[in-house]
């Protein structure tokens, strides 16, 4: 049987791939453990620039598995476990100093949502559609979504989706702020990995920890963000790529 979620690295770029097409990518037990060893793995490779996330099949994820909540595989207390497992794989993404692109094609629901909020730029297709719709099954959001979906879009948006049964349309995800392109659905792999490509050959420290410092500067004082800026920049200047670039630039 092949992996659950696949990874691979190669010059610079991990992907990160949600294998099981037949339940459009929901995560049960299995899929789960493997988000969180995969993940928590990934981060901690010297080698790695940039995480690509992506999903096999027509969906890139739909969330829970409900059929096999349907079929009683899952209690309450088994739910709220397997939260905090995936939970830990999404805080090693978001904590991380790695950029995270999303190529988000078909489906995005539910936990699936976010897992598209813990890339820091999503790529979609024409045709996607993403939404919240754990009400529709009498759920709530997990898996950052309550965290992380007002931040992306605002609170009254976020309040919107997760108390309606809606799936946006493509551009509407691109007019709220909650992806970064919308591209034709055949293309959403090839410039996500165009995108990665030039994230890991282009200042690639210097953006990760851009990111790292956006990423942990909500929830923080003023003063604590101001202070890790100041060492942070000082820092990248040490670093012969910052220089090169810098000598470059004033030539111009």
């Not at 990874?7 to 459009?24: C, F, K, M, Q, Y």
């Not at 959403?188 to 990423?215: C, H, S, T």
Request: proline share 2%.
């Amino acid at each position: 049987m092949s992996e659950i979620v696949l990874s691979e690295v190669a010059d610079g770029i991990a992907r990160i791939t949600l294998n099981n097409p037949g339940r459009l990518n929901a995560f049960g037990a299995e899929m789960a453990e493997a988000w969180e060893r995969v993940t928590t793995e990934i981060i901690e490779r010297d080698d790695v620039r940039v995480i690509l996330l992506t999903g096999e099949g027509r969906a890139f994820c739909a969330g829970g598995d409900v059929q096999s909540m349907a079929e009683g595989g899952f209690s309450g207390e088994n739910v709220t476990d397997l939260a905090r497992v995936i939970n830990r794989g999404q805080l090693a993404l978001i904590e991380s100093h790695v950029p995270v692109v999303a190529a988000a094609h078909g489906t995005t629901a539910g936990g699936g949502l976010g897992i598209l909020l813990n890339s820091d730029y999503a790529i979609i297709g024409e045709s996607s559609k993403i939404g919240s719709l754990y009400a529709k099954i009498g759920l709530t959001p997990d898996l950052t979504v309550s965290a992380l979906l007002a931040r992306a879009v605002g609170e009254r948006r976020a309040l919107q989706l997760v108390l309606q049964d809606r799936m946006l349309t493509a551009a509407e995800a691109l007019d709220w702020g909650l992806v970064a392109e919308v591209v034709p659905d055949d293309q959403v792999l090839v410039r996500a990995e165009e995108f990665a490509r030039f994230l890991a050959d282009n200042a690639a420290w210097a953006r990760g920890q851009a990111k790292r410092i956006v990423r942990a500067g909500v929830g923080r004082s003023l003063i604590e963000s101001l202070e890790d800026e100041a060492v942070t920049i000082g820092t990248a200047l040490g670093t012969d790529e910052a220089r090169a670039r810098i000598a470059a630039f004033a030539k111009k």
